[in-house]
């Protein structure tokens, strides 16, 4: 099962190529539609992949900040 930053992304991907669509960009739509198949088809199957794939950002708090 899908959490839900999964559904997010695939959320996201999907309001992208639509967003393209309407501006007629069928190309830009065409690449990210087949560049986040590969993302959403391999959730389950190779999630070590998804895991590195992903970028972690740190949190800034004011802690870990040295001012």
């Given at each position: 099962?899908m959490?839900?930053?999964?559904?997010?992304?695939?959320?996201?991907?999907?309001?992208?190529?639509?967003?393209?669509?309407?501006?007629?960009r069928?190309?830009?739509?065409?690449?990210?539609?087949?560049?986040?198949?590969?993302?959403?088809?391999?959730?389950?199957?190779?999630?070590?992949?998804?895991?590195?794939?992903?970028?972690?950002?740190?949190?800034?708090?004011?802690?870990?900040?040295?001012?």
């Amino acid at each position: 099962m899908m959490d839900i930053s999964h559904r997010l992304i695939i959320a996201w991907a999907t309001q992208r190529v639509n967003y393209l669509d309407e501006l007629q960009r069928y190309e830009d739509s065409y690449a990210v539609s087949q560049e986040f198949c590969e993302w959403t088809t391999s959730f389950n199957v190779y999630p070590e992949v998804l895991q590195a794939a992903t970028l972690k950002v740190p949190t800034f708090n004011k802690e870990n900040r040295a001012d």
